[in-house]
Antibody, heavy 118, light 111 residues
Framework: QVQLVESGGGVVQPGRSLRLSCAASGFTFSRHGMHWVRQAPGKGLEWVAFISYGGFDKDYADSVKGRFNISRDNSKNMLYLQVTSLRAEDTAVYYC???????????WGQGTLVTVSS | QSGLTQPASVSGSPGQSITISCSGTSSDVGGYDYVCWYQQHPGKAPKLMVY???NRPSGVSNRFSGSKSGNTASLTISGLQAEDEADYYCSSYTGSTTLVVFGGGTKLTVL
């Protein structure tokens, strides 16, 4: 079955950087678009970024554009999110999600918590 | 791109039906048949319940149904069960660089 396992979260100071990773298994990773979706503590869901199956097309939420970079390594079945210039409002659980460009999010990881605090 | 509007909470008794609304604009809900609904239990990842307005993924109960009229989408849950108590989120494709917008979420309480 599909498995998405995130890692790389933690406590980080404002302005610093972090790289989130997602290990995918149970499906042909290289044929599927992937997203990151986040959820601040006690709040709703926010779409963050999308990457096409080949990695050539990327889209970002306005709130993270210029600070976050989504990438993938199809040879390793890995998805990444490089997050830079972190702000307190970036504090959230970050979910790795397999889904279509139209926003159908079929499979979710368990999430990794990023806490931005001094 | 603003988020979609959902009621903060709804409630119903076991066996009853409830409907959760999701209001957007012609740039999202009204412009595309790409509305989805997700169920999230506390401490868990969201689960896709309805996609493309009214389609159910394999394994999702037919008690869950979706529809859309103009800029408003709806999720109806019939024959309410205790395990349906959860948060529900709608989402829509936007066709802009912010690909997807979510609603603020609706907490369903089964009385």
């Amino acid at each position: 079955q599909v498995q998405l396992v995130e890692s790389g979260g933690g406590v980080v100071q404002p302005g610093r950087s972090l790289r989130l990773s997602c290990a995918a298994s149970g499906f042909t990773f290289s044929r599927h678009g992937m997203h990151w979706v986040r959820q601040a503590p006690g709040k709703g869901l926010e779409w963050v970024a999308f990457i096409s199956y080949g990695g050539f097309d990327k889209d970002y939420a306005d709130s993270v554009k210029g600070r976050f970079n989504i990438s993938r390594d199809n040879s390793k079945n890995m998805l990444y999110l490089q997050v830079t210039s972190l702000r307190a409002e970036d504090t959230a659980v970050y979910y790795c999600v397999e889904g279509t460009i139209s926003g159908r999010f079929d499979n979710w990881g368990q999430g990794t918590l990023v806490t931005v605090s001094s | 791109q603003s988020g979609l509007t959902q009621p903060a909470s709804v409630s119903g008794s076991p066996g009853q039906s409830i409907t959760i609304s999701c209001s957007g604009t012609s740039s999202d809900v009204g412009g595309y048949d790409y509305v989805c609904w997700y169920q999230q239990h506390p401490g868990k990842a969201p689960k896709l319940m309805v996609y493309d307005v009214s389609n159910r993924p394999s394994g999702v109960s037919n008690r869950f149904s979706g529809s859309k009229s103009g800029n408003t989408a709806s999720l109806t849950i019939s024959g309410l069960q205790a395990e349906d108590e959860a948060d529900y989120y709608c989402s829509s494709y936007t066709g802009s660089t912010t690909l997807v917008v979510f609603g603020g979420g609706t907490k369903l309480t089964v009385l």
